[in-house]
């Protein structure tokens, strides 16, 4: 055998399942062989003493995402998918964003025309359905979900976006038949509606009231019901962005009764809490997503869950938006209200790191565990296993030459997002990204961007085997 357009030699490969030593032979853009001691290839990367891992799949960030507020999405598929591939991400998931009253076909044109000739990493498409009329129960859902969108997402809360439990059952029940998965948002509107109101008629309208107002009981509600409904459409669902012990516990409950219920957290839910939230001035601001961050005996559950399987899977949530700016955080100014603050924190770029640094070098999830969570279940989760998540033959070369040991700083000017601060400024890392390649191609070598806007394609998903209903 000769002749490997690519060979990664030396490294430590890692998979979801094994760790082992071996060469990874690439042509033309797959992996080819995996072994000891392949032969050369036209470029050879050395590996010695680093790990060689699945790139990353970000199954939850919102890239150039339209917004109703008058808030702008900092990010675009070009500085987002750069951020994400310096991070160690090599397939994103954003969302194409039905408004009420817009065929969702033209929410996927649109985000077709904003994505096209600027990502430097493929993508797929979520969908967010905010309008199921009757065509798009009948019709455009069916076929979208055919044509490789299979999958979407459901808000129970913000008032543009939120659907009400008929809505829900109906389109769980539309899951089932054509085989999506359902991505539910689980906080309860109208008690978040309530608190709100009652806060800021007390004047109480600081960054740190945003924590207040959505307390974890109006998530566990939720997400209780996001179960039931899951329960009578008999369908399996993902609850996403899940922050603390009360919708854990529901997770918990519903996976102990045999159900297909599964569960993403993110960075934010185990290294911020909600004092970052009163953060001086307005910098909590910076801190501002919803669920809210909890407190450390939460990230605690959180870190539990992460490790016994009862999360499947660690995504970025990555929602941009520019702190000093008045189509980001200060939308009103600098004393902006907490329910008039863009929500969201950025995140793409350190969502490797931070679960390995915090996650694999602090003992509390295996190496294995960590790959399964950013990339081998996310691909699975959303059809795109085994082209992308791990490392097989015939697999994309999506592969990241990863030092376990680079100590760094998490600085927000270090990044490459197109966001002006990072909520984890400060925070120390133990291991980061050396090389990252995509269809075998280097994107991020020596710090560099090696490769042009555009290359990055889009990926027709398949139907998940993940959202299959359990066969008796
Ligand atoms: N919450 C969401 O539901 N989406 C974007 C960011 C956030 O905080
Ligand atoms: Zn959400
Ligand atoms: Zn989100």
């Known amino acids: 055998m000769t002749g490997f357009d690519t060979l990664i030699r030396n490294g430590t490969v890692v998979t979801a399942s094994d760790t082992f030593d071996a060469d990874i032979g690439i042509t033309d853009g797959k992996i080819q062989a995996i072994g000891r001691n392949l032969p050369a290839g036209k470029k050879i990367i050395d590996a010695t003493g680093h790990l060689v891992i699945p790139g990353g799949v970000d199954g939850h960030c919102h890239l150039d995402q339209p917004t109703g507020d008058g808030s702008v999405c900092a990010d675009d598929f070009y500085t987002g998918t750069v951020a994400a591939a310096y991070g160690g991400t ?40 905010s309008d199921p009329t009757e065509a798009l129960l009948k019709e455009d859902l069916p076929r979208l979900i055919n044509e490789g969108y299979t999958s979407f997402k459901i808000y129970m809360t913000y008032d543009d976006m939120k659907l009400n439990d008929k809505q829900i059952v109906q389109l769980l029940a539309l899951a089932r038949t054509h085989g999506a998965m359902a991505m539910i948002h689980a906080e309860n509107a109208d ?16 960054p740190r009231f945003h924590a207040t107002a ?76 919803s669920p809210p961050p909890r407190n450390k005996e939460n990230q605690a559950v959180i870190w539990d869950g ?67 969570l950013v990339a081998t279940n996310p691909a699975k989760m959303y059809g795109l296993y085994p ?38 400024e400060g925070l120390e890392i133990e291991g980061w990204p050396l090389t990252v390649l995509s269809r075998g191609e280097v994107v991020i070598e020596k710090e560099k961007l090696l490769v042009a806007p555009g290359r990055g394609e889009f990926l027709v998903c398949n139907k998940p085997d993940m959202a299959r209903p359990k066969v008796a």
């Open 191 to 206: 008690l978040i509606s309530w608190l709100t109101d009652t806060l800021v008629e007390q004047g109480k309208t600081e």
């Open 90 to 129: 090599t397939t994103v998931i954003p969302f194409a964003c039905q408004f009420k009253g817009m065929p969702m076909q033209a929410a996927v044109d649109d985000y077709h025309r904003r994505a096209h000739g600027k990502a430097v990493i493929d993508y797929a498409f979520h969908l967010i359905v």
């Open 387 to 424: 082209r992308k998540g791990t490392l097989a033959i015939g697999s994309d070369a999506d592969i990241v030459i990863f030092d376990p040991n680079a100590k760094r700083i998490i600085r927000s000017q270090d990044l490459h997002h197109n966001v002006d601060y990072t909520p984890y």
């Open 214 to 289: 959505r307390p974890m009981l109006v998530e566990r509600e939720a997400t209780h019901r996001a179960i039931t409904i899951a329960e009578l459409a008999d369908v399996p669902i993902l609850i996403v962005h899940v922050s603390g012990r009360e919708a854990v516990e529901q997770i918990h409950w519903a996976q102990g009764r045999g159900m297909r219920i599964y569960a993403e957290t993110c960075p934010q839910y185990v290294t911020l809490t909600q004092d970052d939230l009163a953060r001086p001035g307005f910098e909590g601001a910076k801190c501002i997503c």
């Open 306 to 372: 992460l490790a016994s399987g009862l999360f499947h899977i660690f995504s970025s949530d990555h929602a941009p938006f520019r702190y000093k700016s008045e189509t980001g955080k200060m939308l009103h100014g600098e004393s902006t209200p907490f329910n008039w603050i863009p929500n969201g924190v950025p995140g793409i770029e350190t969502r490797l790191p931070i679960l390995f640094s915090e996650g694999v070098k602090k003992g509390r999830i295996s190496l294995n565990r960590f790959v399964e």
